[in-house]
């Protein structure tokens, strides 16, 4: 049997993860501690294999155990660690969730390079859901795998929000306030779709 290799990352520390839509990875022995690994081994087959890469310093996940040692020694143990995370991914789902609702209540998608945003979600949700909302909307429209930076996607929230907003782009999208509804559409083919609506 061999050990897990533990802190590599924070999806490494759960029992079983969504690598991607296809996968699925199943880890049941990662929180079984290694002591507990050693003697099942040695009851079941009379002995255990070290991994002799567990030592080498090479791989990412040796490097990782021993800063845990370390850490343990300043209180922070994996046990604690993994609770934080645990945590954190409930506060995510959350978040994922409540923006999901914020997109089907607040946005309609006229097709794959454009959509119209009621104004009305600035003031009714909360900072972090319009966020993540418009983060989405961005890579959605423009077709980019990754939205612009925070910094511009917080400022262009902001200019949003203001009564005298008219035109700005950002990450490949053109986005347009008129009478209380913000028209996202992809840079590139913007003239054509505004073309199209008159």
Do not use: W
Not at 136 to 147: A, E, F, K, M, W
Not at 179 to 187: A, C, H, Q
């Amino acid at each position: 049997l061999f050990r897990g290799s533990g802190l590599t990352g924070l999806s490494s520390m759960f029992e079983s993860t969504n690598y991607n839509e296809n996968l699925k990875i199943i880890r049941p022995l990662l929180n079984v501690s290694k002591q507990n690994l050693i003697a099942t081994t040695k009851f079941y087959f009379k002995k255990h294999v070290e991994d002799p890469s567990n030592e080498n310093e090479k791989f990412l996940r040796t490097r990782i155990r021993k800063y845990r040692e370390h850490l343990s020694r300043e209180g922070l143990d994996t046990k604690k660690i993994s609770k934080t995370v645990a945590n954190l991914m409930i506060a995510k789902n959350a978040l994922d969730f409540y923006k999901k609702k914020a997109i089907n209540n607040n946005v309609n998608f006229l097709s794959k390079n454009s959509c119209i945003i009621n104004s009305k979600l600035f003031i009714e949700e909360a900072n972090e859901i319009v966020f993540k909302m418009m983060s989405d909307v961005l890579s959605l429209i423009s077709g980019n795998y990754y939205p612009p930076r925070s910094k511009k996607i917080l400022h262009l929230i902001n200019r949003l929000k203001k009564f005298k907003y008219n035109k700005s782009t950002l990450g490949g999208c053109i986005l347009e306030k008129k009478n209380g509804f913000i028209l996202v559409t992809k840079e590139k083919g913007a003239k054509q779709f505004l073309h199209a609506l008159k």
